[in-house]
């Protein structure tokens, strides 16, 4: 198997007044690979070249090891895609939806199997307009499947459902991961769900991967000088950590918390300064605490634009 599944080099993509891409290289890993970036990052677009639905302006992206303007069709016989806000035919019944799917196929998996797969065995005669949301989207997992793919590209598959339907799907990618083995390419503006479901993200902003790596990777390089501060008195305490030298940014993050974030260099002091702050002055503190959150990193990286 190929090092890596996908692979851009100095990938550009300008429309008329917007430049999309920006020399964007990136390289994933087989396994779970999360996409994280504001509405505007550029995923869809990136999506869309990988798929060979759009032309890069410049710059080169392969898919699979075949490269994405030459190979396009070898490309999508080999991976399955889940479309931002993908329709299916309404009138159509579930199971008639997924033989058809099936029948362009070659090798194919047969819609009994796909059913099982992401559990709407149940619903198969049900028309497909007649789905909850999350059985909706459930339905665009098992039609990704149908080819018998070795990569599936997921594009915000999460962003018409509730908490309970995100949390289902997501769930299930995992499964269908663990039980298949199939590696997937997720975007998503939601960096919680990417946390929970990849073992590697990149950051994504303005066309630009601002960091990529593993998640474990990721966090010993930001969140290791992020503190966060319980206190009865938040802003007071944002306010005076926010003068100590060495602090780039201490913000108030909850009811009885700040979070505080130290310039690089200064990683090793911070926790000693905001000690120091709290003994010296009445700022109603009662615990500081390391953060950890993958959230804190993509804080911290999103800043540094
Ligand atoms: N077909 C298009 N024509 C013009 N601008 C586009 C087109 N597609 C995307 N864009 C612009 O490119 C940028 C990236 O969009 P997109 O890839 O959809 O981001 P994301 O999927 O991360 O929300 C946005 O500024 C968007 O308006
Ligand atoms: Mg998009």
Known sequence: MADYIIQTKNLSKSFVDVLALDNMTLVVKPGVFGLVGPNGAGKTTLIRILLGLAKPTSGEASVLGQDVVHNSYEIRERIGVLHERATFPKAMKVRAYLDRVCRMYED???SEELLEMVGLAYAGERPIGKLSAGMHQRLGLAQAFAGNPELVILDEPTVNLDVKGRRETIDLVVE????????????????SELERACDSIAFMKNGRVLDSGSIADIL?????GVWRVRTSMPEA???????IKGVRSAR?????LVTVTAEREWTEDLQDHLRNLSMTENLGVHAIEPS????????VVMDNE
């Open 108 to 110: 194919r998996r047969t």
């Open 176 to 191: 269908m991961y663990r039980s298949t083995g199939v590696s997937f390419f997720i975007s998503s503006h939601i960096l």
């Open 220 to 224: 010993s390089r930001y969140a290791q």
């Open 237 to 243: 305490f944002a306010s005076r950590a926010g003068a």
């Open 252 to 256: 108030v993050t909850g009811s009885t």
């Open 292 to 299: 950890m959150s993958l959230e804190d990193a993509y804080e």
